[in-house]
């Protein structure tokens, strides 16, 4: 069915017309879309046109070109804000998405028995009580994000497994009354592999982003520690900098290929 566009510019009609089809359920995310020859042949524009508009939809990120293959509709990404602490399920249910959870593991665990920096971080005595919580997030079904987390106990006692399948903050503002003050936050570029590449369903070493945070409640006392996954094509991090400033020690870092995130300076609190 020819669909006749009438009104100057075409380009832009044109760009209107595919990103409505894109958000529609004619085309679902992972589905392959319109040709260049379908595109023509149903809204009646040149072949440059459509290619122009095509690449635009590429460009935007709402569309994914795989050479020899064709174009198919893109995930579409929930929203990563760097300056705010926001929770997934808010996030995703923002992007017009279904959130869920799947708790992979979870149990009490000694301070003094927990390796690496982690203590340290949280300011654990060697006898205190963590929580150590993994849990894959979904949106519409799809894992977007693989979470490890030590949570220092006595902030939440008595938190059973149930309590994870939803937010973490609403959790920790709401039955435990706490005030989340904000988090140290480092962002760095992954690989993804094996059983973490399975859990989040991508091919073993492809993309993601690693966070790495501490966060604080009332008196910047830690309440928790993650490592956290996220899938490269499934997630969208934004921040808005302000004006051109010197570089400061504390802002970010440069890291030798190979070199562990943890022995780096922190990015700063959001």
């Known amino acids: 069915m020819l669909s006749i566009l009438v009104k100057e510019p075409i380009y832009h009609q044109l760009t209107t017309h595919l990103r409505q089809l894109i958000a529609s359920h004619e085309h679902p995310v992972g589905s392959k879309f319109l040709t260049e020859r379908q595109i023509c042949e149903r809204f009646g524009v040149s072949r440059a046109t459509a290619n122009k508009v095509l690449s635009g939809l590429v460009s935007e990120g709402m569309l994914d070109f795989r050479k020899g293959v064709g174009t198919f509709v893109r995930i579409r990404t929930p ?5 705010v602490l926001v ?14 959870t799947q708790v992979l593991r979870f149990e009490s665990v000694k301070s003094q028995d927990v390796l690496d920096e982690v203590p340290e971080l949280l300011q654990a005595r060697p006898d205190s009580m963590l929580y150590y919580v993994e849990r894959l997030r979904l949106a519409d079904d799809l894992p977007v994000i693989y979470e490890r987390r030590h949570v220092v106990a006595e902030y939440c006692p008595g938190l059973t497994e149930a309590d994870l399948a939803g937010s973490l ?5 709401g ?3 706490l005030v989340i003050e904000g988090a140290d936050e480092r962002v760095r570029a992954v690989n993804l592999r094996g059983a973490e590449a399975l859990a989040l369903k991508v091919r073993n070493g492809a993309a993601g ?27 969208e ?17 440069f ?6 995130i943890s022995s780096g300076t922190s990015f700063g609190e959001r």
């Open 237 to 253: 991090f934004r921040n808005r900098l302000g004006g051109l400033q010197p570089a400061s020690h504390a802002r970010g870092m």
């Open 169 to 173: 903050y609403a959790l920790w503002t």
């Open 255 to 260: 890291l030798h290929p190979g070199e562990s």
């Open 175 to 177: 039955r435990y009354g």
């Open 87 to 100: 929770s997934f399920t808010e996030e995703a249910q923002a992007a017009g998405k279904r959130p869920t």
């Open 209 to 235: 982003l690693l966070v790495s945070s501490v966060g604080y409640v009332t008196g910047r006392r830690p309440l928790w520690f993650e490592s956290t996954l996220y899938r490269g094509d499934a997630y």
């Open 79 to 83: 929203d990563y804000n760097l300056q």
